[in-house]
């Protein structure tokens, strides 16, 4: 999904003080032009306790070979879930949507799944929870067709990216609107849950930033505009029985001001049921939690970030759920397979947090990263990055030099993997369930955070 990558310094900040209480204002009524249904309602799927997922663009999810692939690894692995391209960054949904607007301005032009209905039939007959994934602010087809609905220059005309690239502006509610009226379409045909990305303003120079023109504003901040197009969807759509959860960036988790894109965690956290940090370890800045290539630590900077998050998490009431999106992708050294991947679904337990998705741009997943389904072995231990060494998860502990905590949760009650096999005596092993970590405070992110 949308994500940033601070590599070689810190991002820019705007210079206005965290709210405490942001009066996002009241959240309008929802549109009346509302499509009608096309499918079977969405109460035919359950949501799992722990999501535990991974995505399918719009070509794998519209292709039969493909899904059924997907599906079937989904089946035989700990996996239950799969979030679904709708609508992506080129502005195109992904069926045949009957939203007016959307035929108007072409966003039909490349239908990739040709039989929702089918797919979601499948799902269902698989027991696989699906999540419905669709892009805000990107959207090229919205933009050009509608270029009143855009961000605008201050020098005439709609505002261009550095890419020449039109984004939608998130302070007008008829771009509210028409993402609430594509997800109700989806939510009606079968899917329990909207994931909204790219809910942000762009991530411009700051040069570049300047001359954009925000229609509608009306003193408003990026934060409370992105706070009010939550709040507004998640009323919309929870009157159709639906879930509402939000991609944002990694960096959110730690970083305490508004980098420009409009998301501070305090500020969305307590709008959606869960959001989705993106902490892939290649997309940290050098320096970020002390490490010089983030990308080589993927355990230490996962568990840190989602520690952040967490606790920043603790301090608001109604908060959502905490649900990373982990990195199934190379970008760098070293290059990432089962033991870079598994260290990051651990270190997401190990911080407290129970669900977790893949991201892979192919939707090509590395199976050997996964438990398989079932009562797993207790000769099977999966091995881990961890230290700039791979090694076994039970000696994680170890490699970091840190002592399990004694108030470390118990067999019964722990969200790490079930039945593994860990030491019991040098050189011997028995299945055990390795407990999670307690983290201590972690202070702040280095590079300002």
Do not use: C
């Not at 905490?322 to 970008?331: A, E, I």
């Not at 091995?383 to 118990?410: I, K, Y």
């Amino acid at each position: 999904p949308d994500s940033l990558r601070f590599v070689d310094s810190p991002p820019p900040v705007d210079s206005f003080a965290l709210s405490d209480s942001p009066d996002a204002g009241a959240a309008p009524e929802s549109s009346e032009a509302q499509p009608e249904p096309f499918g079977g309602g969405n109460e035919r799927f359950s949501k799992p306790e722990h999501i535990r997922g991974i995505y399918l663009n719009a070509w794998s999810a519209g292709s039969r070979g493909r899904s059924d692939a997907l599906i079937s690894l989904v089946s035989r692995t700990e996996l239950n879930s799969v979030v679904i391209d709708i609508k992506d960054a080129t502005g195109f949904i992904s069926h045949a949507t009957e939203v007016p607007l959307a035929r108007e301005v072409g966003a039909t032009g490349e239908v990739r799944i040709r039989d929702l209905p089918g797919l979601l039939n499948r799902l269902e007959a698989a027991g696989v929870y699906p999540i419905a994934r669709i892009v805000v602010a990107k959207d090229p087809r919205l933009s050009e067709g509608r270029p009143e609905l855009a961000i605008q220059d201050s020098a005439g005309g709609v505002w261009l990216d550095q890419d020449e690239v039109r984004w939608l502006n998130l302070y007008d509610k008829r771009v509210w609107d028409y993402h609430v009226d594509l997800a109700r379409e989806v939510v009606r045909a079968g899917f329990p849950e909207i994931q909204w990305d790219y809910v942000r303003f762009p991530d411009a120079p700051e040069a570049l930033r300047a001359r954009s023109v925000f229609p509608g504003a009306d003193g408003r901040t990026r934060t409370q505009a992105i706070r009010a197009f939550l709040g507004y969807s998640r009323e919309a759509l929870a009157r159709e029985g639906a879930l509402v959860t939000a991609d944002v960036f990694g960096v959110t988790t730690s970083y305490r001001k508004d980098v420009g894109i409009g998301q501070i965690w305090e500020e969305f956290i307590d709008q959606v049921d869960a959001a989705l940090p993106m902490v892939y370890p290649s997309h940290y800045w050098t320096g970020s939690f002390g490490y010089e290539k983030p990308n080589a630590y993927p355990y230490e900077v996962v568990r840190r970030a989602l520690r952040d998050a967490v606790s920043r998490s603790a301090k608001v009431e109604g908060a959502g759920a905490v649900r990373p999106w982990l990195q199934d992708f190379s970008l760098g050294q070293p290059v990432y397979d089962a033991p870079e991947i598994r260290a990051q679904i651990q270190a997401t337990y190990d911080a407290g947090v129970k669900e977790w998705i893949l991201w892979n741009p192919g939707s090509r997943y590395t199976e050997s990263a996964l438990m398989p389904r079932g009562k797993v072995p207790s000769w099977l231990e999966p091995v881990m990055r961890v230290g700039g060494e791979v090694v076994p998860v039970s000696q994680r502990f170890q490699v970091l030099g840190e002592a399990v905590p004694e108030d470390a949760l118990q067999a019964e009650d722990s969200i790490a993997l079930p039945e593994m096999a860990v030491p019991t005596s040098p050189g011997g092993y028995g299945p055990k369930t390795l407990p999670a970590i307690v983290l201590p405070d972690t202070g702040a992110v280095a590079g300002g955070i």
